[in-house]
T-cell receptor, first 113, second 113 residues
Framework: DVKVTQSSRYLVKRTGEKVFLECVQD?????MFWYRQDPGLGLRLIYF???????EKGDIPEGYSVSREKKERFSLILESASTNQTSMYLC????????????FGPGTRLTVL | DAKTTQPTSMDCAEGRAANLPCNHS???????VYWYRQIHSQGPQYIIH???NNETNEMASLIITEDRKSSTLILPHATLRDTAVYYC??????????????FGQGTELSVKP
């Protein structure tokens, strides 16, 4: 079974804080993705990575950065958290091609006060 | 990626088959039909996908019409734990914008005792 884990299920941070969200997959997948999900807006792609140290911007990268130092780990960084970044953050991975089936983690519900 | 249309909500009696329809009349030849579901406050869970032929796995069956303009996800014996939002997604097999998934509004399935 594919296992994608995220460091926290729930997180509360203050405006201006630097926030790290961690994602780990145990299936040796090449591709990893960060999405955010908001009511009425569906899933929106923030960043993705198709290899170690490689990253590509998605649709809404502003205010975020990512890091992929090891194949199994993909981190999302909020440089200076703002209230409009309150959301559900979802990590996913896929085996080889970016068009392969994506498997999701449980999500992190982030609240920025 | 082609647009999909699903009913907003459906009910199903526990133990009965749940049949979830999806229209994708503008689907093109290289686009797959994917189904995911999302239980409240959890990450999306992959269910099944197909191109032309009907598919079955341990979770569900996918029936795709011959003209590929619609499909039906079948949960053969629905349980209370199948209560979730079900998303039908049409997705290109060609690399496109990092292979991002586009979730529509989905069908909220309620399985009742």
């Amino acid at each position: 079974d594919v296992k994608v884990t995220q460091s926290s299920r729930y997180l509360v941070k203050r405006t201006g804080e630097k926030v790290f969200l961690e994602c780990v997959q145990d299936m040796d997948h090449e591709n990893m993705f960060w999405y955010r999900q908001d009511p009425g807006l569906g899933l929106r792609l923030i960043y993705f990575s198709y290899d170690v140290k490689m990253k590509e911007k998605g649709d809404i990268p502003e205010g975020y950065s990512v890091s992929r130092e090891k194949k199994e780990r993909f981190s999302l960084i909020l440089e200076s958290a703002s209230t409009n970044q309150t959301s559900m953050y979802l990590c996913a991975s896929s085996p080889q091609l970016a068009t392969d089936t994506q498997y999701f983690g449980p999500g992190t519900r982030l609240t920025v006060l | 990626d082609a647009k999909t249309t699903q009913p907003t909500s459906m009910d199903c009696a526990e133990g009965r088959a749940a049949n979830l329809p999806c229209n994708h009349s503008t689907i093109s030849g290289n686009e797959y039909v994917y189904w995911y579901r999302q239980i409240h406050s959890q990450g999306p869970q992959y269910i099944i996908h197909g191109l032309k032929n009907n598919e079955t796995n341990e979770m569900a069956s996918l029936i795709i019409t011959e003209d590929r303009k619609s499909s039906t996800l079948i949960l053969p014996h629905a349980t209370l734990r199948d209560t979730a939002v079900y998303y039908c997604i049409v997705r290109s097999a060609i690399y496109n914008q990092g292979g991002k998934l586009i979730f529509g509004q989905g069908t909220e399935l309620s399985v009742k005792p």
